[in-house]
T-cell receptor, first 110, second 115 residues
Framework: QKEVEQDPGPLSVPEGAIVSLNCTYS??????FMWYRQYSRKGPELLMY????GNKEDGRFTAQVDKSSKYISLFIRDSQPSDSATYLC??????????FGQGTRLTINP | GAGVSQSPSNKVTEKGKDVELRCDPI?????LYWYRQRLGQGLEFLIY????????KSGLPSDRFSAERTGESVSTLTIQRTQQEDSAVYLC?????????????FGPGTRLTVT
């Protein structure tokens, strides 16, 4: 079993829809939770990070962490075609190494 | 300012040959990381440098893989006797010492194809 599981999709939604992306994990020692966005043929870019449990909002993006269920989510409101990308969750125990999910490929249709 | 750069952007090599991949981190970033991304997969950690030392090499898949960093800047990932399963995108990231795991800035990657 992988430490971090993420549904690879692909996920296709109409413009303006609310998108929900999720990851589950098995290692209860994870403390830092990140979401990266990766456009085709580019490196990942950090969208948001959360320390321990709770919610964090940044514009149209909301990250949620539920440590009791070992489950994290990223919500995108009012989705735009420019949000089309692969979204990767990543986690860390606080050391330098990040453990990534497989990535979910998202397409927002105009 | 300049981001993380990697070269070459693409590399095609024959099975059994050695390859060197280069990473230029953001100026002033003392931490540097190498990851591998196979097609349709997430990133796998390979190695982490703090300055010129590598306190975590746990992700290097075999002794055919090695990396070095000189002058707290450029890093080179070397793969000896390449195999077809080495085909992947190799990504480098850098961060300030204080931000560490949280704010890693990634380069565009080197796409390696072993034929």
């Amino acid at each position: 079993q992988k430490e971090v599981e993420q549904d690879p999709g692909p996920l296709s939604v109409p413009e303006g829809a609310i998108v929900s992306l999720n990851c589950t994990y098995s290692n209860s020692a994870f403390q830092y939770f990140m979401w990266y966005r990766q456009y085709s043929r580019k490196g990942p870019e950090l969208l948001m990070y959360t320390y321990s449990s709770g919610n964090k909002e940044d514009g149209r993006f909301t990250a949620q962490v539920d440590k009791s269920s070992k489950y994290i989510s990223l919500f995108i409101r009012d989705s735009q075609p420019s949000d089309s990308a692969t979204y990767l969750c990543a986690m860390s125990k606080g050391a330098q190494k990040l453990v990534f999910g497989q990535g979910t490929r998202l397409t927002i249709n105009p | 300012g300049a981001g993380v750069s990697q070269s070459p952007s693409n590399k095609v090599t024959e099975k059994g040959k050695d390859v060197e991949l280069r990473c230029d981190p953001i100026s002033g970033h003392t931490a540097l990381y190498w990851y591998r991304q196979r097609l349709g997969q997430g990133l796998e950690f390979l190695i982490y440098f703090q300055g010129n030392s590598a306190p975590d090499k746990s992700g290097l898949p075999s002794d055919r893989f090695s990396a070095e960093r000189t002058g707290e800047s450029v890093s080179t990932l070397t793969i000896q006797r390449t195999q077809q399963e080495d085909s992947a995108v190799y990504l480098c990231a850098s961060s300030l010492k204080g931000s560490g795991v949280i704010e890693q800035y990634f380069g565009p990657g080197t796409r390696l194809t072993v034929t």
